[in-house]
């Protein structure tokens, strides 16, 4: 084992820029995702029913598929194609297709968007008829009892669920190495394995970056879900 190789300051540097760019798909996929998901989910349980047709048909693709599928269609299928790229580099939103940023961003985010709907849409969907009945009473509107009451009640119950979500996504940041020019950390210890033959090595540091990316991320839900949901834990007689 020659862990030197790892720490030295080019090497360091190249799982820097993966790290930030790991970070960066991740955290900007979650925001996109988190705005779609909301989206979707108020789709899914409204009252038209060719919009959730439509919603569901897509969560179902999403989900049913896996996610580097979705990536080289993006990058390798829309990012290819000549209209788009006739276009790529004047009108936009063509002129984003060509980075491969992007198209990465692009994959993940619709990808967690599908998932984050159909956990959402099951929360406001077991919500507590006894919450609803007693706003009615209120005399609040639909639109009312949901952003006051159903939404922020659905979020919170949904929050063990997303957190598996954010901790998958974070792994499936790993995928962005497929696509060339996109140095995450995975790129990088791929880099690394091919410059020096360390493959142990090299790896074994990526997996230890995301295993200390994964502990923070659950820890930081871990302490959400006991200030959020201390009301549902079982009282002390």
Not at 20 to 37: D, H, I, N, P
Not at 102 to 121: D, R
């Amino acid at each position: 084992m020659n862990w030197a190789v790892i720490f030295e300051p080019q090497n360091l540097a190249l799982y820097g820029t993966g790290i930030v760019t790991t970070l960066s798909l991740l955290f900007s996929s979650l925001t996109m995702g988190a705005v779609l998901a909301l989206t979707f989910a108020l789709l899914l349980t409204g009252p038209w029913a060719p919009l959730r047709w439509i919603v569901g048909a897509y969560t179902y693709v999403i989900r049913g598929t896996p996610l580097l599928i979705q990536v080289y269609l993006i990058y390798y299928g829309l990012g290819q194609l000549e209209w788009i790229q006739a276009r790529w580099d004047t009108v936009w939103p063509w002129t984003h297709f060509k980075e491969p940023f992007f198209c990465a961003l692009l994959a993940f985010s619709l990808n967690t968007a599908g998932y984050t709907a159909e956990m959402l849409a099951g929360a406001i969907r077991e919500t507590n008829a006894g919450e609803i009945e007693a706003a009615q009473t209120f005399g609040m509107s639909r639109f009312q009892v949901m952003l006051r009451i159903v939404l922020p009640s659905a979020m919170r119950r949904t929050l063990p669920a997303y957190s598996n979500e954010v901790v998958m996504m974070l792994h499936s940041t790993s995928l962005a190495s497929a696509v060339p020019s996109l140095l995450d950390v995975t790129a990088a210890a791929s880099r690394i394995y091919s410059d020096y033959y360390l493959p142990f090595e090299a790896y074994l540091a990526a997996a230890s970056i995301y295993l200390t990316a994964s502990f923070c991320l659950i820890g930081f839900f871990k302490f959400s879900e006991t200030r959020l949901l201390a009301y549902l834990a079982p009282r002390k007689h």
